[in-house]
């Protein structure tokens, strides 16, 4: 097994790639978090890099607060812009593969069809400008790389859509949801598998992927989705973006084609309706 480093390992992502590397039994794989490889710090990072050797190294830091991004767009774009290039750049030194996680929201979002990987990107907010530099630095700097595009990310673990719906769910006895902003959402959990179904089965294809569960929903129908599938009884009104007022615009429709990863890895992804079936029965079990 080649040895895999991955960044950004107390995040979301970077637990689920933990458990699932451990449900795998896969081993030679090092984790470090925010604290103990900052993707800013080259000395530290060539020191990880210089001691590790990877075969395979997995980002998965990223600056992912889309309305705060608005005001700090300095250190959203110090983290997904220059702390990619950063890896990047040791990648190419010390002869690692790049896997590298990106978002739905490089897109504006206005077209009517499934994205695909060379539609023209026009990212409409601060995160989504950064996370396109970030892609951008990598491909100038390292041919070898793989850059995943996600959305909706969710799980059990850190902060994401659902874990906010069944708190406000005992909160509040009423919630307005978006409605008509279209997306599909990824259950982090598959993603890492599919990473490291990526790893194991590398054919070397490198450059940009889709990747997010099956269908297409609306945040009002996930939140909708979350609270049958919990048995949470409360009032869920769905409005549209005009209605409830964010700092950041989301795209309208960032449903993005999957077919260029399927094809490569020949693999099937769960449909979202029951990826998200499993993770709540999961936080359930947890309580
Ligand atoms: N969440 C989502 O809905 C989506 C996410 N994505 C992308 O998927 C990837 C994973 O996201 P997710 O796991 O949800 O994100 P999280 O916000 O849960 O985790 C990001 C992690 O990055 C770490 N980090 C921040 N700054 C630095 C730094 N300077 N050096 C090292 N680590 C740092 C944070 O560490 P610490 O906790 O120590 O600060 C945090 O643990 C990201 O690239 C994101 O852009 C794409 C689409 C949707
Ligand atoms: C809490 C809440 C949110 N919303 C809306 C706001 C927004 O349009 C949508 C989702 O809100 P959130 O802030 O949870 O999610 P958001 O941070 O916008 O999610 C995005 O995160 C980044 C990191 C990505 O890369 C994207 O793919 C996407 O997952 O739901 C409501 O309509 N009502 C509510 O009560």
């Not at 590790?52 to 309305?67: F, G, L, S």
């Not at 750049?89 to 996680?101: A, D, F, G, M, R």
């Given at each position: 097994m080649s040895k895999i480093i991955v960044f950004g390992a107390s995040g979301q992502l970077g637990q689920c790639l933990k458990q699932v590397v451990a449900e795998q039994q896969i081993t030679d794989v090092h984790f470090f978090s925010g604290t103990e490889g900052n993707v800013l710090n080259m000395d530290v990072l060539d020191e990880i890099f210089k001691n590790e050797h990877p075969a395979y190294c997995i980002n998965c830091a990223a600056y992912t607060a889309v309305d705060k991004a608005e005001d700090e767009i300095e250190i959203a774009r110090k983290v997904n812009k220059d702390g990619a290039a950063n890896l990047?750049?040791?990648?190419?030194?010390?002869?690692?593969?790049?896997?590298?996680?990106?978002?739905?929201?490089?897109?504006?979002?206005?077209?009517?069809?499934?994205q695909v990987e060379t539609d023209a990107t026009n990212p409409i907010n601060v995160y989504g400008l950064t996370k396109l530099e970030g892609e951008q630095a990598i491909a100038a700097t390292l041919p070898q790389h793989y850059i995943i595009r996600t959305s909706w990310l969710y799980s059990e673990h850190a902060n994401n859509f659902v874990?906010?719906?069944?708190?406000?769910?005992?909160?509040?006895?009423?919630?307005?949801?978006?409605?008509?902003?279209?997306?599909?959402?990824?259950?982090?959990?598959?993603?890492?598998?599919?990473?490291?179904?990526?790893?194991?089965?590398?054919?070397?294809?490198?450059?940009?992927?889709?990747?997010?569960?099956?269908?297409?929903t609306s945040w009002y129908d996930f939140a909708k989705a979350v609270f049958d599938i919990s048995g949470v009884q409360i009032r869920v009104l769905p409005v549209r973006t005009s209605e409830y007022i964010t700092k950041a615009i989301r795209p309208a429709y960032s449903v993005m084609d999957k077919t260029k990863i399927k094809t490569m890895l020949g693999i099937e992804v769960p449909y979202w309706r029951e990826s998200l079936n499993i993770c709540i029965t999961k936080l359930q079990k947890q309580q």
């Amino acid at each position: 097994m080649s040895k895999i480093i991955v960044f950004g390992a107390s995040g979301q992502l970077g637990q689920c790639l933990k458990q699932v590397v451990a449900e795998q039994q896969i081993t030679d794989v090092h984790f470090f978090s925010g604290t103990e490889g900052n993707v800013l710090n080259m000395d530290v990072l060539d020191e990880i890099f210089k001691n590790e050797h990877p075969a395979y190294c997995i980002n998965c830091a990223a600056y992912t607060a889309v309305d705060k991004a608005e005001d700090e767009i300095e250190i959203a774009r110090k983290v997904n812009k220059d702390g990619a290039a950063n890896l990047a750049q040791l990648c190419k030194t010390y002869q690692s593969t790049l896997i590298h996680v990106s978002t739905d929201f490089v897109f504006e979002g206005t077209a009517p069809y499934p994205q695909v990987e060379t539609d023209a990107t026009n990212p409409i907010n601060v995160y989504g400008l950064t996370k396109l530099e970030g892609e951008q630095a990598i491909a100038a700097t390292l041919p070898q790389h793989y850059i995943i595009r996600t959305s909706w990310l969710y799980s059990e673990h850190a902060n994401n859509f659902v874990k906010t719906m069944l708190r406000l769910g005992k909160e509040k006895d009423e919630l307005k949801i978006i409605a008509d902003q279209i997306g599909t959402p990824t259950y982090a959990i598959d993603l890492a598998r599919c990473i490291v179904h990526l790893i194991l089965n590398d054919k070397h294809q490198y450059g940009v992927y889709h990747y997010s569960n099956e269908g297409v929903t609306s945040w009002y129908d996930f939140a909708k989705a979350v609270f049958d599938i919990s048995g949470v009884q409360i009032r869920v009104l769905p409005v549209r973006t005009s209605e409830y007022i964010t700092k950041a615009i989301r795209p309208a429709y960032s449903v993005m084609d999957k077919t260029k990863i399927k094809t490569m890895l020949g693999i099937e992804v769960p449909y979202w309706r029951e990826s998200l079936n499993i993770c709540i029965t999961k936080l359930q079990k947890q309580q």
